[in-house]
């Protein structure tokens, strides 16, 4: 194995758990924490990318485009990336993030739907930036599929290609088959983000190294979608156990996850029942917190509504099927004479 390039998504996909309501002065505390800690990438915009603050996936506290500006003025060393997918972001809010100093975009589409990229990365490319391509919910293919795709993406201009379990749903050996397969078929680098739905964040991610993996994801904390991400100071501790470190002060690392993030955390992401249920059916991390609302408004277990959603095969932008799916069982429930569900 060789020593991975972190990107830190603990400001994008750390903005879930915390309703997207991070603040000028906790982007400045983490960042400054991380960059002086030796992490080289730091992603910041909303939960669901670049024009993600929205009546359906959350409004933003603060605008995004003035956290990646306050980000970038306190990083001496470290890249500011943005998440970016095609359908919510456009032209005009990249160009935007472009002006307020992101030097990475994340172009993330389903794992099928990689020809919907191609003009982002086209604009990206003009616009001077390093591209990244996010092959989200890779779990639902075959890692053939998953070449097929991440191939579009090369050929668009990616400089790395990822395979995402938005799920949390592989287990080590899928992660590094498709991470395997990419390899093989591939010019540039491949990369891999976990969610540890199924507890197996640093396990599915040191499965991906094994197999070749350039890139890597983290949280500190924890702090992400669904059980969360992989935790920045869980996998700094592992890679120089591994002799791997890329340079990452494990140190630092520790306290800024629980000096500064964790007080700010309105909980703690682990593998409860419900995230458990999020990797078990196979259903994009980010409808925990949706499907949690919708059963408690509608008295229905959303261990339920995930399992459904999973059957359904929901991926991300679907979010409005969780309150069809909330209202389908407990009409169902009701036909057949059940008492609404306390949770």
């Known amino acids: 194995m060789k020593a991975p390039r972190l990107t830190d998504t603990t400001l994008r996909d750390g903005s879930h758990p915390m309703r997207h309501q991070f603040t000028r002065e906790q982007v400045v505390n983490i960042v400054r924490a991380l960059d002086q800690a030796g992490v080289p990438v730091i992603e910041v915009s909303h939960g669901d ?14 605008s995004e485009f003035d956290l990646i500006e306050t980000a970038r003025s306190h990083a001496e060393r470290a890249r500011i990336a943005a998440l970016m997918l095609p359908g919510i972001g456009t032209r005009k809010e990249l160009t935007e993030a472009v002006a307020r100093g992101i030097q990475i975009v994340r172009i993330a589409t389903q794992c099928t739907e990689a020809d919907v990229s191609e003009q982002h990365f086209g604009l990206a490319k003009e616009l001077g930036l390093e591209t990244v391509g996010f092959l989200m919910m890779a779990h639902i293919r075959p890692p053939e ?7 579009l993406m090369e050929s668009y201009g990616a400089d790395c290609v990822y395979i995402v379990d938005s799920a949390g749903a592989m287990l080590p050996h899928e992660a590094a088959a498709r991470v ?4 093989e078929a591939l010019s540039v680098q491949v ?9 197996l964040g640093i396990g599915n991610t040191l499965a991906a190294l094994e197999a070749g993996a350039d890139q890597i994801d983290g949280c500190l904390r924890g702090l992400g979608a669904g059980a969360g991400n992989a935790a920045t100071e869980l996998l700094a501790a592992v890679l120089d156990r591994l002799g791997i470190n890329p340079g990452l002060d494990i140190f630092r690392l520790m306290d800024a996850a629980e000096y500064i993030v964790a007080p700010m955390m309105p909980f703690q992401p682990f593998p409860d029942r419900d995230a458990i249920t999020i990797g078990y059916a196979g259903v994009y991390s980010t409808f925990l917190l949706h499907a949690k609302r919708a059963g408690a408004q509608y008295g229905v277990d959303p261990r339920e509504i995930l399992v459904e959603l999973g ?15 909330a209202l389908d069982l407990r009409r169902r429930h009701a036909a057949e004479g059940r008492k609404e569900t306390v949770v």
């Open 49 to 62: 990318g670049l024009a993600g603050s929205s009546l359906q996936y959350g409004f933003s506290h603060t």
């Open 145 to 151: 599929v998953l070449v097929e795709q991440a191939r």
């Open 180 to 183: 395997r397969a990419l390899k």
């Open 191 to 199: 990369g891999f983000h976990a969610h540890n739905n199924l507890g």
């Open 311 to 325: 059957r359904r095969q929901a991926v991300a932008g679907q979010e409005d099927w969780i309150i069809d799916v």
